[in-house]
């Protein structure tokens, strides 16, 4: 059994590394001050649970237990989104430390060698690319797309030499030796709280389209132009956006989401003459993935041609929609009943770095329940019982394959 008292004082402590004291909100992008706090006292975590630690060149920090030939990874990130909760991605690393410290602690004997990974930059926050980490772990990261930048201008590549890291070639960083990744998060919905259950095994992963629109029409006097002669990027990006919710309301798994706005010159007197806007766009079917983008853009173009002004688009970033392997699921769910809680199976409708890591072995994903399914806010939580059923649920697993 995991010593539960030390994960859960981790996990506190590490939610005090970039915490706003106003919100109780956590600010911990990746490339920052705060995030290498962090890195520095997951790595001192990592030491304590007999792991070896090193930092690929694109930043996954790296802790490995053992000398075996074949390879059992668990991982989940540590970066935050602005405002964000303490149990997103850090509950995964904290857990899969714990259970090597565990393992360590007690020698227990294994066939196995076990990797636990902190993913650099799963959320995306600072550039509008996320999954940094996962995606050159499986072979995905490409040149170009280090070259995205912030508002500040400075792309992912300077970054990370900011940061003394050495992301090329791209090809040393690929890992093609992992028998099995198994990554444990927060549910983040209320699908197991509906249910009355601690914990759900995973069985698809629904893949996150990014698209950034523009939206392009004539900055003038608010007071001297004519409301029937205008060109309102702002008034015509609000249409669009309301269709946007309209197209989507009729569906089942398919979501989208307008969650970034932009608008310039942002004057009180002034009509908006630029509007940039973000959508987020998920679904588990990559067919119906595309059939939404086109359907989406054609509709946009079709506003702003009543509208007289121009829009365009371009793609942030495009992640394939995964399924966990059918074995991982069956050893989770039987982990589950061992502990008395009835095994049930639910869909992820947020991405996670388990999403890239399919490409390149079989994945297993376990989720805890979470409070009022809220997420990617302070208010964010999963009770301790519930962290420590899983945990042990997770620690049992994780035995049973590398035995």
Known sequence: MINENRLLQRLHDLSQIGRNKVTGGINRFSFTSEEQQAIELVTSYMKEAGMTVNVDGVGNIIGTYGEENETIMLGSHIDTVPDGGKYDGALGVLAAIEIVQTIYEQQLPLSKKIEVVAFKDEEGTRFGFGLIGSRAMAGLLTYEELQKRDA??????????????????????????????????????????NEELPVGVVVGIAAPLWLEVTVTGVSEHAGATPMSIRQDALTAASEMILAIEQMLNGTTNSVATVGKLNVEPNGVNVIPGRVTF????????????????????????????????????????RVKP???APMLQQQLASSIEKYG???????????????????????GMLFVRSKGGISHNPLEYSSDEDIVIATNIFYDTVMELAK
Do not use: C, W
């Open 322 to 324: 995964a399924k966990t």
């Open 278 to 317: 973000t959508i987020d766009i998920r679904d588990i079917d990559e067919q119906k993935i595309s059939a939404l983008e086109s359907s989406i853009l054609e509709h946009l173009q079709k506003v702003a041609e009543r509208r007289n002004v121009t829009v365009t688009s371009k793609v942030l970033q």
């Open 152 to 193: 500040s201008d400075i792309s992912i590549q300077e970054a990370m030499k900011q940061f003394e890291l050495s992301p090329l070639p791209l090809e040393k960083v690929k890992r093609n030796d992992i028998q099995a990744y198994l990554e444990m998060h927060i549910e983040q919905g209320k699908v197991l709280e």
């Open 341 to 363: 809680v009835q095994p049930y199976s639910l869909i992820s409708g947020a991405g996670h770095d388990a999403m890239n890591m399919a490409n390149v072995a079989p994945i």
